[in-house]
């Protein structure tokens, strides 16, 4: 089964930015549309921003539409996820996952299968 590790978390002020890598140890990513998933406490865990496998295609919800960048570099066996202008509203725990698609068209809330690596987290306070 694919495992991906997040990481790039942190503690940011309001207006910050971060950026989140996935990757995968011994085995390529290229093959797959990835997405980025959170969840805060108490809360579901949500689909936010999705690739295709090529990076040709990018989806975001849109509470994040506009601040939030979702690359991958497929030479590094890496996605990205900018995170710019951060709201408190932000702050949760980030994963990464494969994402069902709908021929090239990555589905953000669709993981493919239910492994969740640690995620990493992201603090959005003053």
């Known amino acids: 089964q694919l495992q991906l590790v997040e990481s790039g978390g942190g503690l940011v002020q309001p207006g910050g930015s971060l950026r989140l890598s996935c990757s995968a140890s011994?085995?390529?990513?290229?093959?797959?549309?990835i997405g980025w998933f959170r969840q805060a406490p108490g809360k579901e865990r949500e689909g936010i921003s999705c690739?295709?496998?090529?990076?040709?295609?990018?989806n975001h919800v849109d509470s994040v539409k506009g601040r939030f960048t979702i690359s991958r570099d497929n030479a590094k066996n890496t996605v990205y996820l900018q995170m710019n202008n951060l709201k408190p509203e932000d702050t949760s725990v980030y994963y990464c996952?494969?994402?069902?698609?709908?021929?090239?068209?990555?589905?953000?809330?669709?993981?493919?299968?239910?492994?969740w690596g640690p995620g990493t987290q992201v603090t959005v306070s003053s």
């Open positions: 996952a494969r994402v069902f698609t709908t021929g090239v068209n990555p589905k953000c809330d669709q993981p493919l299968g239910d492994y």
């Open positions: 011994g085995v390529s990513l290229n093959s797959y549309a």
């Open positions: 690739i295709s496998s090529n990076g040709g295609v990018t």
